[in-house]
């Protein structure tokens, strides 16, 4: 098991930034791969980024390409995801994800999901 506590979610106006942590504990962080979500209202849960267990590789939706970075901290089980030039159309709640096989995929492959965290930007 894997359990997953996603903060730093918030209120920012567009243009502002904002940076998600998801803090993992117990099974061996440092082997998963790690995926950040996002479902806004009446949408399906759309995959956001994703790095590599060794965090070798991130990947990127076109959407947030060159705006948002994810990074990896095996020493502290952590994973961010750091938010910059955020657009209203960001706004939802967040989710961070973990799996040992997936990577750029649905949300449907990744097997463990914290409680998510809500980001809002105001226009």
């Known amino acids: 098991q894997v359990q997953l506590v996603e903060s730093g979610g918030g209120l920012v106006q567009a243009g502002g930034s904002l940076r998600l942590a998801c803090a993992a504990s117990?099974?061996?962080?440092?082997?998963?791969?790690m995926g950040w979500f996002r479902q806004a209202p009446g949408n399906e849960r759309e995959f956001v980024a994703a790095i590599r267990w060794s965090g070798g590789g991130t990947y990127y939706a076109d959407s947030v390409r060159g705006r948002f970075t994810i990074s990896k901290d095996n020493a502290e089980s952590t994973v961010y995801l750091q938010m910059n030039s955020l657009k209203p159309e960001d706004t939802a709640v967040y989710y961070c994800?973990?799996?040992?096989?997936?990577?750029?995929?649905?949300?449907?492959?990744?097997?463990?999901w914290g409680q998510g965290t809500q980001v809002t930007v105001s226009s």
């Open positions: 994800a973990a799996d040992l096989g997936a990577l750029v995929a649905g949300f449907y492959e990744y097997e463990y």
């Open positions: 117990g099974r061996t962080f440092s082997s998963y791969n």
